[in-house]
């Protein structure tokens, strides 16, 4: 086939560009379910320790939403379950992978010049997918020996593995369509993340209430959950594994169709002409930068409301959770009755969304840093516009957004809630303050990425590994047994679990105090400091 | 408003290890278009970050408009505009959303002048920015500069992605904000363009001036190209100041001289008797890469090692 000519050229080209790239994100894949299953061993070494790991685990919503459902109390099934995100990650990578190596690569005209040598029209395309779903193979099959090598059940292992391969295989596969369809890269990878986080979102909200919620189908349309439901470690379930490969074919059959019918350079759909001169608003940074960022703000916001009407419609039914336990039911009533459980439930999700829009707080703070290296703040800082004003500019997202964001989500989940539970009135604001309780905490993130960026550009991105720590810390550490200090590390740690527990105003102030020491720390350093510029 | 819009003296500026400006002079007057050239990375663009207060100069003093780069820069910026070399833009504004917002943040922009120059250019103002060509984004910051009220203009190679048909209208328009008593510091590669534009230009070579005044004066540093056939073999021709490269093969001479030595060469030439004489004036190309080629000096300054090398 002529249109697939060069392809074994590109591969190589590929393997040579992201020589580093490739291995580094297969082998930290691939040590991180190893890691953890080394770790839960360590701290879990016998069969009763791991049922009460798994009793815990089944009952704290917030981790069935984060991770997802776990399948029975052993080794390996808990540690398929606790390194659940891998899926997401895999996923990414995958998708990250395949657009890096088509839509950006035309966007560059760097395809252009390839286009004019022996390399067919579709070998781009198949280039990149066959490195990428190599990659994902590679990454199994070094999961899959690695459980063996710790003496987990070898058919698990390879069910465990196979899920793995199947997640990055099918965002690999929603990368190729994706980069058809737009001219842009940056929107490319926008309708591949935004894939990627409604199956997330659908997943989360299917398997938040337990095997019995009445949601758990959700879990069933989210490519995420045919991963998990393959049910490695615990009678695992091959035929949905039909489900993955169904998927894959399709989605590349499509983007070889979309490919076929288009330009080089164009996409599938046609770029829209703009206005020929500026709205009379668009004369300010904090203009410009609404302009950058609404799209983000909105679809977070939405996001997060989403997720909070798919928790409050399901929060009522998690007591019935303690009807089966009748010791469960007892400490219950001592503590407030059954509207604890759920009020626990709610508050635990508060931590979620809280973790989520920390994670948004910082992609708006560090616009600041893409706008910086892509040469895109020299213009507007050449104008008469002062630093500390056009820092303050998308700053000010970081800051307020994820509010709005956390707001609609309370806002949303109490009113399902309330709706459910007959009593709107009483339910909004307590549900409603639980999610605003958390703000505070998101604070301390944009701040210390803004502190960052003011004195210690370079090492701006430690932002999102500070915020996996404060998630690891949160959900995970107190299932590890972690001392209190280290827990208290993390932001979320000092949150008050509303609606349920009082709010205190002491560590809140705290933490909104260190979040603006830590703010205006970096916005005196931007001030100080040259501007990067790659030329 | 001072005569020095830019005044500049033993400018450093240090990246690491690296010194990318060391000691730089540079002077530009009010209402001059001044030619700003080097090679690549020869800190051309590093003096211009730091004119605009992006940077912070590690030793030196800059003035730019009378006042001091860093800490006046909002209100300096209100007076002039600048141009990158490679200009990135907010692929999902619009053309014409860039350049008014542009405009406007720089406080006001003429809307006249703005149709006219969007005419000149002939740029579709509707289009994403994600979808222009180098040299269309080139306009944009072009467009966004000319059209606003400023003194001074701070273009960093601005014409680098420009076909040959805007480039003439380029220098029209740069020709007209002379006339409108603007000032211009226009750094380019194009010696044609600097030609057409400029009445002084500053050669700078590894974060150094090493020559600045008027064409006309450095021209005149350079050396011309004789040949001739005289009417006996000539003598005494190495002896003469200014002379290099003598080459005498029986009656003919081929040699180059300083231009200003030019007079003692041809009064010993036609005392020995001319039959035929061609001589060729230095073009611009040679002097720029006599300076973009010369060794890199040794020590001291650049300025003397030219007139060693003289």
């Given at each position: 086939?002529?249109?697939?000519?060069?392809t074994?050229?590109l591969i190589?080209?590929?393997?040579?560009?992201?020589?580093?790239?490739?291995?580094?994100?297969?082998?930290?894949?691939?040590?991180?379910?190893?890691?953890?299953?080394?770790?839960?061993?360590?701290f879990?070494?016998?069969?009763?320790?791991?049922?009460?790991?798994?009793?815990?685990?089944?009952?704290?919503?917030?981790?069935?939403a984060?991770?997802?459902?776990?399948?029975g109390?052993?080794?390996?099934?808990?540690?398929?379950w606790?390194?659940?995100?891998?899926?997401?990650?895999?996923?990414?990578?995958?998708?990250?992978?395949?657009?890096?190596?088509?839509?950006?690569?035309?966007?560059?005209?760097?395809?252009?010049?390839?286009?004019?040598?022996?390399?067919?029209?579709?070998?781009?395309?198949?280039?990149a997918?066959?490195v990428t779903?190599?990659?994902d193979?590679?990454?199994?099959?070094?999961?899959?020996?690695?459980?063996?090598?710790?003496?987990?059940?070898?058919?698990?292992?390879?069910?465990?593995?196979?899920?793995?391969?199947?997640?990055?295989?099918?965002f690999?596969?929603?990368?190729?369509?994706?980069?058809?369809?737009?001219?842009?890269?940056?929107?490319?990878?926008?309708?591949?993340?935004?894939?990627?986080?409604?199956?997330?979102?659908?997943?989360?909200?299917?398997?938040?209430?337990?095997?019995?919620?009445?949601?758990?189908?959700?879990?069933?349309?989210?490519?995420?959950?045919?991963?998990?439901?393959?049910?490695?470690?615990?009678?695992?379930?091959?035929w949905?594994?039909?489900?993955?490969?169904?998927?894959v074919?399709?989605?590349?059959?499509?983007?070889?169709?979309?490919?076929?019918?288009?330009?080089?350079?164009?996409?599938?759909?046609?770029?829209?002409?703009?206005?020929?001169?500026?709205?009379?608003?668009?004369?300010?940074?904090?203009?410009?930068?609404?302009?950058?960022?609404?799209t983000?703000?909105?679809?977070?916001?939405?996001?997060?409301?989403?997720?909070?009407?798919?928790?409050?419609?399901?929060?009522?039914?998690?007591?019935?959770m303690?009807?089966?336990?009748?010791?469960?039911?007892?400490?219950?009533e001592?503590?407030?009755?059954?509207?604890?459980?759920?009020?626990?439930?709610?508050?635990?999700?508060?931590?979620?969304?809280?973790?989520?829009?920390?994670?948004?707080?910082?992609?708006?703070?560090?616009?600041?840093?893409?706008?910086?290296?892509?040469?895109?703040?020299?213009p507007?800082?050449?104008?008469?516009v002062?630093?500390?004003?056009?820092?303050?500019?998308h700053?000010?997202?970081?800051?307020?957004?994820?509010?709005?964001?956390?707001?609609?989500?309370?806002?949303?989940?109490?009113?399902?809630?309330?709706l459910?539970?007959?009593?709107?009135?009483?339910?909004?604001?307590?549900?409603?303050?639980?999610?605003?309780v958390?703000?505070?905490?998101?604070?301390?993130?944009?701040?210390?990425?803004?502190?960052l960026?003011?004195?210690?550009?370079?090492?701006?991105?430690?932002?999102w590994?500070?915020?996996?720590?404060?998630?690891?810390?949160?959900?995970?550490?107190?299932?590890?047994?972690?001392?209190?200090?280290l827990?208290?590390?993390?932001?979320f740690?000092?949150?008050?679990?509303?609606?349920?527990?009082?709010?205190?105003?002491?560590?809140?102030?705290?933490?909104?105090?260190?979040?603006?020491?830590?703010?205006?720390?970096?916005?005196?350093?931007?001030?100080?400091?040259?501007?990067?510029?790659?030329a | 408003?001072?005569?020095?819009?830019?005044?500049?003296?033993?400018?450093?500026?240090?990246?690491?290890?690296?010194?990318?400006?060391?000691?730089?002079?540079?002077?530009?007057?009010?209402?001059?278009?001044?030619?700003?050239?080097?090679?690549?990375?020869?800190?051309?663009?590093?003096?211009?970050?730091?004119?605009?207060?992006?940077?912070?100069?590690?030793?030196?003093?800059?003035r730019?408009?009378?006042?001091?780069?860093?800490?006046?820069?909002?209100?300096?910026?209100?007076?002039?505009?600048?141009?990158?070399?490679?200009?990135?833009?907010?692929?999902?504004?619009s053309?014409?959303?860039?350049?008014d917002?542009l405009?406007?943040?720089?406080?006001?922009?003429?809307?006249?002048?703005?149709?006219?120059?969007?005419?000149?250019f002939?740029?579709?103002?509707?289009?994403?920015?994600?979808?222009?060509?180098?040299?269309?984004r080139?306009?944009?910051?072009?467009?966004?500069?000319?059209?606003?009220?400023v003194?001074?203009?701070?273009?960093?190679?601005?014409?680098?992605?420009l076909d040959?048909?805007?480039?003439?209208?380029?220098?029209?328009?740069?020709?007209?904000?002379?006339?409108?008593?603007?000032?211009?510091?226009?750094?380019?590669?194009?010696?044609?363009?600097?030609?057409?534009?400029?009445?002084?230009?500053?050669?700078?070579?590894?974060?150094?001036?090493?020559?600045?005044?008027?064409?006309?004066?450095?021209?005149?540093?350079?050396?011309?190209?004789?040949?001739?056939?005289?009417?006996?073999?000539?003598?005494?021709?190495?002896?003469?100041?200014g002379?290099?490269?003598?080459?005498?093969?029986?009656?003919?001479?081929?040699?180059?001289?300083?231009?200003?030595?030019?007079?003692?060469?041809?009064?010993?030439?036609?005392?020995?008797?001319?039959?035929?004489?061609?001589?060729?004036?230095?073009?611009?190309?040679?002097?720029?890469?006599?300076?973009?080629?010369?060794?890199?000096p040794a020590?001291?300054?650049?300025?003397?090692?030219?007139?060693?090398?003289?």
């Amino acid at each position: 086939m002529t249109s697939l000519a060069g392809t074994r050229g590109l591969i190589r080209l590929i393997l040579r560009r992201d020589r580093f790239l490739l291995p580094l994100w297969v082998l930290v894949l691939a040590l991180l379910p190893i890691q953890t299953a080394v770790g839960i061993d360590q701290f879990y070494s016998t069969p009763a320790a791991l049922r009460e790991l798994y009793g815990t685990i089944t009952s704290t919503p917030g981790l069935l939403a984060m991770l997802g459902p776990v399948f029975g109390a052993t080794l390996g099934a808990i540690t398929a379950w606790r390194a659940g995100l891998v899926l997401t990650v895999v996923g990414l990578a995958s998708m990250l992978s395949v657009i890096r190596h088509t839509r950006t690569d035309e966007e560059a005209g760097r395809r252009e010049l390839l286009g004019s040598t022996v390399v067919g029209r579709n070998a781009p395309l198949a280039a990149a997918l066959l490195v990428t779903l190599a990659a994902d193979l590679v990454l199994g099959a070094l999961l899959a020996a690695g459980m063996v090598g710790l003496g987990l059940p070898g058919t698990g292992s390879v069910a465990y593995g196979l899920s793995v391969v199947a997640a990055g295989w099918m965002f690999a596969a929603v990368g190729a369509v994706a980069a058809q369809l737009t001219e842009g890269a940056g929107a490319a990878r926008g309708i591949g993340l935004g894939t990627l986080g409604v199956a997330y979102m659908l997943r989360a909200a299917g398997d938040t209430g337990g095997s019995d919620s009445g949601v758990g189908w959700l879990s069933w349309l989210s490519p995420i959950g045919w991963a998990q439901q393959t049910r490695a470690y615990a009678d695992e379930r091959w035929w949905v594994f039909a489900l993955p490969v169904a998927l894959v074919v399709v989605l590349v059959s499509a983007a070889f169709a979309l490919l076929a019918r288009r330009d080089v350079g164009a996409g599938v759909m046609a770029p829209r002409l703009g206005p020929a001169t500026a709205a009379p608003g668009l004369r300010s940074p904090v203009a410009l930068a609404w302009r950058l960022q609404r799209t983000a703000l909105l679809a977070w916001t939405a996001g997060l409301a989403l997720m909070g009407a798919l928790i409050g419609s399901v929060a009522d039914s998690v007591k019935n959770m303690a009807n089966e336990s009748s010791q469960l039911k007892d400490v219950l009533e001592r503590l407030g009755g059954e509207k604890v459980l759920s009020d626990a439930y709610i508050s635990g999700a508060m931590v979620i969304f809280a973790l989520a829009a920390a994670g948004y707080a910082i992609q708006a703070t560090l616009r600041l840093r893409s706008e910086e290296e892509g040469q895109r703040a020299e213009p507007v800082l050449a104008t008469s516009v002062g630093r500390v004003q056009w820092a303050f500019s998308h700053l000010l997202f970081g800051l307020l957004g994820p509010a709005v964001a956390l707001l609609a989500a309370g806002l949303a989940e109490g009113l399902v809630y309330g709706l459910v539970v007959g009593d709107v009135g009483g339910e909004l604001p307590r549900v409603a303050a639980g999610a605003l309780v958390q703000v505070p905490a998101v604070l301390v993130l944009s701040g210390l990425a803004m502190a960052l960026f003011g004195l210690l550009p370079r090492l701006a991105p430690v932002s999102w590994a500070a915020l996996a720590a404060s998630a690891f810390l949160v959900l995970i550490g107190p299932l590890l047994r972690l001392s209190h200090w280290l827990l208290d590390l993390a932001p979320f740690s000092h949150i008050p679990k509303v609606p349920g527990a009082d709010v205190s105003a002491v560590p809140l102030a705290w933490l909104l105090g260190i979040a603006a020491v830590l703010a205006v720390a970096g916005l005196a350093g931007f001030r100080r400091r040259d501007i990067v510029s790659t030329a | 408003m001072t005569a020095t819009a830019i005044a500049v003296s033993g400018l450093v500026k240090k990246f690491g290890p690296t010194r990318a400006l060391d000691g730089l002079d540079l002077t530009v007057n009010t209402g001059e278009v001044h030619g700003f050239l080097g090679p690549n990375g020869a800190g051309k663009t590093t003096t211009i970050r730091i004119l605009l207060g992006l940077l912070r100069a590690d030793a030196g003093e800059a003035r730019l408009l009378g006042g001091d780069p860093w800490a006046d820069a909002t209100e300096l910026h209100r007076r002039l505009a600048y141009v990158p070399g490679d200009v990135t833009l907010w692929p999902s504004l619009s053309g014409g959303e860039v350049i008014d917002l542009l405009g406007r943040l720089r406080g006001g922009l003429d809307p006249k002048r703005r149709a006219e120059l969007l005419e000149r250019f002939d740029l579709d103002p509707r289009k994403k920015a994600r979808t222009y060509s180098k040299g269309n984004r080139q306009k944009v910051a072009l467009i966004a500069a000319l059209a606003s009220d400023v003194e001074l203009l701070l273009l960093d190679e601005p014409t680098a992605g420009l076909d040959p048909l805007m480039e003439a209208g380029f220098r029209e328009v740069i020709s007209e904000e002379l006339d409108n008593g603007r000032t211009v510091l226009l750094s380019s590669h194009i010696l044609a363009e600097v030609e057409a534009l400029c009445e002084r230009v500053s050669i700078i070579r590894a974060g150094r001036m090493v020559e600045s005044g008027t064409l006309a004066e450095l021209r005149h540093l350079t050396r011309t190209s004789i040949s001739a056939e005289l009417a006996a073999p000539p003598n005494g021709l190495a002896e003469l100041a200014g002379v290099h490269n003598l080459q005498i093969d029986g009656t003919r001479v081929h040699l180059q001289v300083d231009s200003e030595k030019l007079d003692g060469v041809l009064r010993r030439l036609v005392a020995v008797g001319v039959r035929t004489l061609t001589s060729q004036p230095p073009t611009l190309e040679e002097l720029f890469l006599r300076h973009y080629q010369a060794e890199q000096p040794a020590g001291g300054d650049g300025q003397r090692q030219q007139e060693v090398s003289r």
